[in-house]
């Protein structure tokens, strides 16, 4: 058995630089709920973050 991550949403939003220390707060006190959230530059514009929600 592997383990399935489902995406709950996915929403663009304009990058900052302190987005990390948001997603990264979110990740150590929601993992244990089975949640994980990831953030990435959009491929096509390098203003734009993507913020993910999973459940793992």
Not at 3 to 12: A, D, Q, R, Y
Not at 29 to 46: S, V, Y
Request: aromatic share 8%; glycine share 4%; charged share 30%.
């Amino acid at each position: 058995m592997g383990n399935k991550i489902e995406t709950l949403s996915t929403v663009k939003i304009k990058n900052s630089d302190d987005l990390y220390k948001i997603v990264d707060t979110l990740n150590r006190t929601l993992k244990e709920q089975n949640l994980m959230f990831g953030l990435a530059l959009d491929d096509d514009d390098q203003d734009t973050a993507v913020f993910t929600i999973y459940r793992t």
